[in-house]
């Protein structure tokens, strides 16, 4: 497990955005930083708004498309259509 303070701004920058999108799992975003779920909130209410984190607390609590183990059989990982254009990103 990797240190919060040990990453560049650029990997959290990645980060936040994996957070915000539906699809993209806290176990995808686990397996490319090594930052667990817990952490990857406190990167998240560290660098948003609070009203937007909010909004994004409510919105992902519980949601079976950020957990890999409430998903469907069917769904095996979640490619977004803008993954080429993203540097950093090692998930595929």
Same mark, same amino acid.
């Given at each position: 497990m990797i240190k919060i303070k040990d990453l560049r701004p650029e990997e959290i920058d990645r980060i936040v955005?994996?957070?915000?999108?539906?699809? +993209?799992?806290?176990? &995808?975003?686990?397996?490319?930083?090594g930052i667990t779920e817990k952490q990857t909130?406190?990167?998240?209410?560290?660098?948003?708004?609070?009203?937007?984190f909010r909004m994004w607390r409510k919105r992902v609590q519980g949601?079976? +498309?950020?957990?890999? &183990?409430?998903?469907?059989?069917?769904?095996?990982r979640f490619k977004s259509t803008r993954q080429k254009a993203i540097s950093l990103n090692k998930y595929k």
């Open positions: 955005e994996m957070g915000w999108e539906d699809h +993209t799992t806290f176990d &995808a975003i686990y397996d490319q930083f909130i406190k990167i998240m209410r560290k660098e948003m708004k609070p009203s937007s949601r079976k +498309t950020k957990h890999e &183990a409430l998903r469907k059989d069917d769904v095996k």
